[in-house]
């Protein structure tokens, strides 16, 4: 009697894994409408801008406004561009990213939750590994919209995440001094995701 509750038992949840897979959205950044920015503040004086050329984004959720999506991150060091390839190579150097010892920077969501009484901002809550130290940051974001592009004909969401990171949390420049550049940067990631 046993035998046919387990086999029924066994379907029922083959059915509703089958049912979480189908439902959840898989979205990935399209890099020729994306940017990771960041500026830090150069000797007290002006905001230097800078990117991140290789990096790939991806964004999983169940439902519809996002409110329980993951977002992860990855990029390559060694894309870093200032607009100065002098500037670009020291920061690549172990002055600063030191990208032959540590070529990537990672970033894993462990929350994603709505801002109360907000329709499209929330708090995203992970943990950003770079220059070999982990550590928990807290980022915004703005949900700009989903629509079908025109050509492609593939839904795409627009996403712009900010936030505030300490470079000497991360040992990145550490003998540079915070009035030649400062501890403080600001990240800025404007995202176009594409819906797998």
């Given at each position: ?38 500026s ?27 409110s ?33 010892k ?95």
């Open positions: 009697m046993k035998r046919p509750v387990t086999i029924v038992a066994a379907a029922f949840a083959g059915l509703m894994l089958s049912f979480t897979v189908a439902t959840s959205s898989i979205w990935t950044s399209d890099a020729v409408h994306s940017r990771l920015g960041f830090v503040k150069h000797m007290g004086l002006s905001d230097l801008n800078g990117d991140f050329k290789e990096y790939e984004v991806k964004m999983t959720a169940t439902k519809e406004d996002f329980d999506a993951k977002v992860e991150v990855s990029g390559a060091i060694n894309s870093i561009n200032t607009g100065s390839e002098m500037r670009d190579g020291h920061l690549k150097s172990a002055d600063f990213f030191d990208a032959e540590f070529p990537k920077f990672t970033f894993v969501s462990k929350s994603f939750t709505k801002v109360a009484k907000s329709k499209n901002e929330y708090t995203v809550v992970g943990d950003l590994t770079l220059h070999g130290v982990t550590k928990e940051v807290t980022m915004n974001a703005v949900y700009n919209g989903t629509i079908t592009h025109p050509m492609n004909k593939k839904e795409v969401s627009g996403f712009k995440m900010t936030g505030v990171i300490k470079r000497m949390d991360y040992g990145v420049g550490a003998t540079t001094p915070v009035n030649a550049a400062s501890d403080e940067v600001k990240i800025t990631c404007d995202l176009e995701l594409v819906k797998e």
